[in-house]
């Protein structure tokens, strides 16, 4: 089986590439998703958060994710030892699902896929690509935050240059070249 990892900027349209290779057959493991789903889940995570922050991390509906962020904001240290308490889980989340995969390929789509080492658990890596103002204008539509907001995340990031230059295959989603035949033969490709 072939692991595709999925990754590109705010608004770049992993999550649509994401479901187009859904719709072609390709099982995909959505990491953020996933992510949220492990620290309100994950003994683990719950156990370590515990320990790096006290109990008051976790409420009785879960994460209290405002805490934490006010732990991890402006604190590179904290978020570096929240990343190594939820990374290693998430991937070990991610091979188990792995194994229950029939198709010949799968993918796991991750904002984060070098930054976190998702991208050493995968066989090839593919970059959505969008230009900056683009994605802007998409984040914007989408999400209740401001430009300034909008942004600050993108300037958190890894740079698209950096990320595409890292990526095996690249994806154009900026409102000029249709994805529908850049899945396809991105498919193809990894099939032959």
């Known amino acids: 089986m072939i ?15 994401a479901s187009l ?17 492990l620290t309100n889940n994950s003994p683990v995570i719950r156990e370590k958060l515990t320990a790096l922050f006290g109990p008051a991390i976790y409420t009785s509906e879960g994460l209290d994710k405002k805490l934490l962020a006010s732990h991890i904001f402006n604190n590179p240290e904290q978020l570096q030892q929240v ?35 998702f991208y050493k658990t995968v066989d090839t890596s593919l970059m959505v690509y969008a230009p ?7 984040a914007l539509e989408r999400d209740s935050a401001s430009r300034e907001e909008i ?30 035949p850049q899945v396809g033969q991105l498919i193809e490709c990894l099939l032959s």
């Open 21 to 37: 290779l859904t719709l072609s057959g390709v099982p995909v493991y959505i990491a953020d998703k996933e992510s949220k789903w």
């Open 83 to 117: 990343n190594r308490i939820i990374h290693p889980e998430v991937n070990r989340h991610f091979s188990a699902w792995v194994k229950r995969q029939t198709s010949p390929l799968c993918a796991i789509e991750s904002a984060i896929l070098f930054e976190s080492g």
């Open 151 to 180: 942004e600050r995340r993108i300037n958190s990031q890894m740079s698209d240059e950096e990320k595409k230059d890292r990526s095996d295959h690249v994806i154009y989603n900026d409102n000029r070249q249709a994805l529908i």
């Open 132 to 138: 900056k103002e683009l994605r802007i204008k998409r």
């Open 3 to 17: 692991k595709i990892g999925i990754t590109g900027g705010i608004g770049s349209g992993k999550s649509v590439v």
